[in-house]
């Protein structure tokens, strides 16, 4: 599709609706606004303009000129997505929800929040904390914004017990592509009233409508919490221990499986200290309760089958200053080694074939002498692994050999593939945006797709609403 550029008269209206104060047009300050967290230079696109709506009547005035004078508009959260979904590949307008930021309320009765689409996470966490309940999905990033998160349908580590956003969404406030207003569900746990578009929105990556405004569901606080690190000689004996410790029926808060290279470099990176220097992998293992007790009891167990299974030891954090120090280390592996990462891959797979999977990425970081250090949420199959353009030798950071470049598209393609051919998917929290694009088709089949692009051409005749994102329609 042409869409057409945004001449002066446009601006003009665009002033009209947001004010001055909300509109950018200068190059150099637009820079921020074309791109997000992904590496590589070549998906940046710088947009027209950028506008800073302040509520949801200015953002159906911008849609309806969109559609009128035919440019593009592209959603933006705190832009910390890793696959390109706010990056304006077709230039035009960049709408960023910075300017509704509002935790309008916790209701403490319902166990639930209202709040707007541009509040950040470490803010929303604040706010439940203070109202004495508990949002127990964390994404990881932490400036991240809430519309943004439902966008991706965002997990994190507390999925395995808790599961994803979409659990936790119980009512969207759209803006559609040609201006109408919804209200979809709200303070309320069961609907089963027609097709759920609630659920057709969250993970739609900002392509069907922009959340403005979500209510969210909360829990009552666990009362005790403890964290376990258990080393093992290999990823196999660490994985192969997690389906135990489920059937068990003790389900964790979190299990997250990380290799050793990339804590030693994040222990570089904080000055801090990972609990254990043995083996090669480690179970980080998060258990909550009511109780200490119970909470205690649970750690025997779980420590006991992970020794009956080859674990080297098992360490035990059972204080608030030695558990923050484990999760800040875990946490931060991201920014301590994304100088050096050109891409982080989301694949998921079923949790039996992590192990192997794994393995078959130290087969392709061999092939092709490079370095693909490798974690994520072993409790739900979901692996990250980098794709490096440096080695890491003997415990130090090493420039890699020449040629890289080309080498990286075969490298994340044979990924991608042994994931799929493992039953698994491209993404499980990170979303398709531009950067996965071209492995939908090996995800999906023909008919899967086509249905999409039917739902998209229904929402948004126009295509004008973050358009070249998940797929491209004909």
């Given amino acids: 599709m042409v869409y057409k550029r945004i001449e002066e008269s446009t601006l003009q209206k665009l002033r009209d609706i947001v004010g001055g104060e909300n509109l950018i047009c200068e190059q150099e300050k637009m820079a921020d606004y074309s791109h997000d967290e992904f590496s590589l230079e070549s998906i940046r696109k710088l947009p027209e303009v950028v506008v800073k709506p302040k509520n949801r009547e200015e953002i159906s005035e911008i849609l309806k000129l969109a559609n009128k004078e035919k440019f593009p508009v592209t959603p933006r959260g705190g832009a910390t997505g890793l696959v390109g979904s706010c990056v304006p590949l077709h230039g035009g307008l960049v709408l960023s929800l910075e300017n509704m930021n509002k935790v309008l309320e916790v209701d403490t009765e319902n166990l639930m929040a209202v709040v707007e689409a541009g509040v950040p996470l470490m803010e929303f966490y604040k706010k439940v904390e203070e109202a004495g309940l508990f949002f127990p999905p964390h994404p990881g990033e932490e400036s991240a914004n809430i519309g943004g998160v439902i966008a991706t349908n965002a997990g994190g580590s507390r999925a395995v017990k808790y599961g994803v956003i979409r659990n936790f969404v119980k009512g969207l406030e759209v803006v559609l592509p040609a201006g109408e207003i919804i209200d979809i569900g709200g303070k309320i746990m069961k609907d089963s ?30 009362k005790a919490m403890y964290t376990l690190v258990v080393p093992f000689n290999s990823v196999r004996d660490a994985i192969n221990t997690v389906p135990m410790i489920i059937k068990s029926k003790t389900i964790p808060m979190a299990i997250e499986f ?29 258990i909550d309760g009511s109780s200490e007790e119970e909470v205690m009891g ?126 698994g998917t491209i993404s499980g929290e990170h979303g398709i945006g531009i950067v996965k694009k071209e492995y939908l088709s090996l995800a999906l089949g023909k008919a899967h797709i086509d249905i999409m692009k039917e739902i998209k051409k229904i929402f948004d005749p126009g295509n004008i609403l973050n358009p070249g994102k998940i797929f491209d329609l004909d």
């Fill in 298 to 423: 649970l750690c025997e167990s779980v420590g006991e089958l992970c020794s009956a299974n080859n674990a080297l030891d098992v360490f035990v954090a059972d204080t608030k200053e030695r558990q923050d120090n484990i999760l800040n280390i875990r946490s931060q592996i991201y920014e301590a080694i994304k100088p050096y990462t050109i891409e982080i891959l989301d694949i998921t797979v079923p949790r039996a074939e992590i192990a192997s999977h794994v393995e078959r990425v130290h087969e392709i970081a061999d092939k092709y002498g490079v370095w693909l250090p490798t974690y994520g949420h072993a409790g739900d199959g979901n692996v990250h692994t980098h794709i490096m353009k440096v080695k890491f030798k003997e415990g130090k950071i090493e420039e890699a050999k020449e040629g890289w470049e080309e080498q990286y598209h075969q490298i994340r393609k044979e990924i991608h593939l042994d994931g799929i051919n493992r039953g």
């Fill in 193 to 222: 009233t027609g097709y759920s578009l609630l659920n057709l929105l969250i993970g739609s990556e900002g392509t069907l409508g922009i959340v403005t405004q979500a209510t969210i569901s909360l829990l009552p606080p666990p």
């Fill in 258 to 286: 990380i290799e050793k290279e990339p804590i030693l470099v994040t222990e570089e990176y904080l000055q801090k200290k990972w609990p254990s220097r043995e083996g090669g992998a480690y179970l980080m293992i998060i």
